[in-house]
């Protein structure tokens, strides 16, 4: 990929936001179209609804972690100057933040990456969330919030376990990265054909992970062929919307983070009013929860998926597809954490009503 013409014409920091303006397009409409979240899967899987929400998540991880490992087995990228591998990485920030985080999209009902696509769809509760994670955000990255989060990441680091690669704790080539994303896909696969999920919505999933691989080699294709050196990386959503809060604070550029939000939400909006999905949803809805419940989960995920350094994409899938042990402890961290507070309401509500009435998602 020749990006030097683009690179002359528009200048570097403008040809991150292009890339990441097709990025987020891409991601905002399959994630629009396939209701593609992480919640919505943990709560599938304790049976809150079908397997469909899984199924469709499965899919999307198991492409990216596939699709990335070939990638670098083939030598077309290489992440060992990526913040995953070339500094230490917090396991106190990726358990304790990925814990925050998945009481968080419970109570906020759903992670970062999708209430920014609801918002994008008309849901006015999506986009209040958005704003108070975006606020803790960027509290978290370089205001306030700074003190606590390094005196929780401090308390533990890859460091301490001799680094983050999972396939060199485990004493594996790189080729065990893409038997490990083959039978991945197998397995999602399977949990596909037994939720009957629609072909539609495990293209969906598939070009989700797929659009993570895409960031990984566009950056890194980009870090070769840039004056000034940059790292390789790959989509999150909490991290970008802490640094634009920063750029409406000082001046800079916008860059990659920018490309991604913008393009997702244009992604997202126009899926959403093409496929007459677009609707105004407010906190005034029967069986909808108060909104110090949204506000509460929003600023859970903002200190949390700081703290983890990465949401459910930017750590589940961008840093869970090059197997950095950190993602993949926040990953699970978030996913547990998204289930101890569903059991919570679940064993409230039914105190409360005498049943189980579980709220529709979102």
Not at 9 to 36: C, N
Not at 62 to 77: H, K, P, R, S
Not at 115 to 131: C, E, K, M, T, Y
Request: neutral net charge; aromatic residues 8%.
């Amino acid at each position: 990929m020749d990006l030097v013409p683009l690179i002359d014409l528009i200048g570097e920091p403008q040809t991150a936001l292009v890339g990441g303006l097709v990025l987020g397009l891409v991601f905002g409409v399959f994630a629009q179209r396939s209701r593609y979240c992480t919640r919505s899967a943990v709560l599938s899987v304790m049976g809150e609804s079908d397997l469909k929400p899984f199924a469709t998540w499965a899919a999307g991880f198991a492409a990216a972690v596939l699709a990335v490992q070939l990638l670098l087995g083939a030598d077309m990228i290489n992440v060992d100057e990526t913040r995953f591998f070339s500094t230490a990485q917090s396991l106190s920030g990726a358990l304790i933040g990925g814990l925050l985080f998945g009481i968080g999209m419970v109570l906020a009902r759903g992670c970062v990456s999708r209430l920014l696509v609801l918002g994008a769809s008309g849901n006015l509760r999506g986009i209040f969330s958005i704003v108070i994670i975006g606020v803790t955000a960027l509290a978290t990255y370089s205001g306030v919030l700074v003190p606590l989060r390094d005196g929780i990441g401090s308390l533990w680091s890859t460091a301490a376990i001799g680094g983050n690669d999972l396939l060199v704790h485990a004493g594996l080539e790189r080729w065990a990265g893409t038997a490990l994303g083959g039978v991945l896909a197998v397995i999602a696969l399977g949990f596909a054909f037994r939720s009957k999920l629609s072909v539609w919505r495990l293209f969906g999933g598939i070009m989700i992970g797929l659009t993570v691989a895409a960031g990984w080699y566009f950056t890194w294709q980009l870090s070769t062929q840039v004056f000034e050196p940059i790292q390789a990386e790959s989509l999150s959503f909490i991290r970008p919307l802490a640094t634009t809060g920063e750029l409406a604070l000082e001046s800079g550029f916008a860059g990659l983070d920018q490309g991604v939000l913008i393009g997702a939400i244009v992604g997202a909006f126009v899926a959403a009013l093409l496929s007459g999905e677009f609707r105004i949803s407010t906190f005034a809805e029967p069986g909808v929860p108060s909104i110090w419940r949204y506000a509460a989960g929003s600023v859970l995920m903002g200190f949390g998926g700081i703290l983890a350094v990465g949401c459910t994409i930017g750590a589940g899938l961008t840093g869970g597809s090059v197997l950095a042990i950190s993602s993949l402890l926040g990953l699970a961290s978030m996913m547990s954490g998204a289930a101890l507070a569903q059991l919570v309401l679940r064993s409230t509500v039914r105190q409360q009503a005498g049943t189980a009435q579980v709220i529709p998602a979102e």
